[in-house]
């Protein structure tokens, strides 16, 4: 059974950076986007940021929210199987928890990565809080 395990999250003041982590259990070759989503209280998840492969992870492809977009950065790291998303200039609308997820299915239009049902395996969660 795959294993995502999330860290990192917290409470910032506003205008402040977390960075959060993601480990993986599964192969990177099994893989084909990672990404971070998020849910506040009362709302749907939402699709935060993806990256996708190419080549089998010697090359990858990033996208972001709009809202999330010059703020936000997710990056992968293939020698210790890790997704992570440096957050800065962080809003108390950023407040959230915030899910890893892994797609072991190909999709050639990357706009599929947005949709967290095309996503099979998640991580718990881990909560950020974004004071004012």
């Known amino acids: 059974q795959a294993q995502l395990v999330e860290s990192g999250g917290g409470v910032v003041q506003a205008g402040g950076s977390l960075r959060l982590s993601c480990a993986i259990s599964?192969?990177?070759?099994?893989?084909?986007?990672m990404a971070w989503f998020r849910q506040a209280p009362g709302k749907e998840r939402e699709f935060v940021a993806h990256?996708?492969?190419?080549?089998?992870?010697?090359?990858?492809?990033?996208d972001y929210a709009d809202s999330v977009k010059g703020r936000f950065t997710i990056d992968r790291d293939i020698a210790k199987n890790t997704v992570n998303l440096q957050m800065n200039s962080l809003k108390p609308e950023d407040t959230a928890v915030y899910y890893c997820?892994?797609?072991?299915?190909?999709?050639?239009?990357?706009?599929?990565?947005?949709?967290?049902?095309?996503?099979?395996?998640w991580g718990q969660g881990t909560q950020v809080t974004v004071s004012s």
């Open positions: 599964l192969r990177a070759s099994s893989i084909y986007a």
């Open positions: 997820a892994a797609a072991d299915l190909l999709y050639k239009i990357g706009a599929y990565y947005h949709s967290h049902r095309n996503f099979r395996y």
């Open positions: 990256i996708r492969r190419w080549n089998n992870w010697e090359t990858s492809s990033t």
